[in-house]
C-alpha cells in the first residue's frame, strides 16, 4: 500500500528550485530516484487497479504516466532545466495526447491537485461537447451535479460573448461558454499528502469522475472519426 509521500520528496524539490541547474541534478541523481520518482512509482502502481476498470486502454507504464523532470525550455523566457515538482497523467496508450483526456495527479511544495481534463484548447472537440450540452442537457445536469456534491466543479478559460442557443439550460451555460475544460476536486488538504489514505481518496474522485471522462473521450472520439486524415499538430515534449 502506498503510504503517502514523506518531507523527504518536499525537501529535494525545495532543493532543486534553489539549485536548478544540470551539475546539482547529476550530483544528486540517486537521491531524486530514491524521494521523488520511486515514490511516484509507487502511487502509480497503486492508482492502476481504478485506472483499469475506469479505462482498460489506459497507459499505466509508470515512465510513460509521470512527468519529465527536464523541462522543454525552447519555447518559455524561463531556461530553468528542471520541474520543481511532478504530475501523473493517466491517458489512452499509443495515441497523440493533444484533444484527448486525461486524469491528472500533481505534487509538488506548492500544490496538490487532482481531476480530468482535455489536453489543450481543442476547438474541434469543445464544438462536440457544446452539441451534448445542447442535446441531453437533463443528463449532463444530473452529472454536475453529483460531481459538486463531491466538490469536483468544471474549469477552465471562456469565452463570455460566445452565442448560446436557447435550448441550452442557463445552469449549463458557463459550460458551454469553456474553450478548455477540466474537472477539478475542490477543497483539497495539502496534509493528504502525507497519509496513508491519499491514494484512496484520489481514486474514490476518479471513479465518480468516470461519466465526466467517458463524455470527453466520446467527443474527441467523434471528432477522430470525422477526420481522420487530419494532420498531427507539432508535438512538444511536455512528458
Known sequence: MFPGFTQDTVQFFMDLRFHNEVAWMH?????YVAKVQQPFYQLIAELSPTMLKIDPDFELRPAKCLSRV??????ST?????????????????IDKYGQPFYWFEFGPDNLSWGVGIWGQERTVMNAFRLRLAHESED??????????????????????LRIPP?????????????????????????????DQLADRAARDFKA??????????CAASIAQEAPEAPKRARLEDF
Open 70 to 75: 527536464n523541462r522543454d525550455t525552447r519555447y
Open 27 to 31: 550530483a544528486h541523481h540517486d537521491e
Open 78 to 94: 524561463d531556461k530553468s532545466p528542471y520541474r520543481d515538482h511532478h504530475w501523473i497523467a493517466f491517458r489512452l496508450a499509443g
Open 209 to 218: 469522475l468516470k461519466p465526466a471522462y467517458l463524455l470527453l473521450k466520446e
Open 140 to 161: 449532463i445536469l444530473q452529472l454536475i451535479g453529483k460531481l459538486e456534491r463531491r466538490k469536483i466543479v468544471a474549469s477552465g478559460a471562456s469565452m463570455p460573448r
Open 167 to 195: 435550448e441550452v439550460p442557463e445552469a449549463l451555460h458557463p459550460l458551454y461558454r469553456l474553450k478548455s475544460i477540466y474537472f477539478e476536486r475542490l477543497g483539497i488538504r495539502y496534509d493528504w499528502a502525507f497519509d
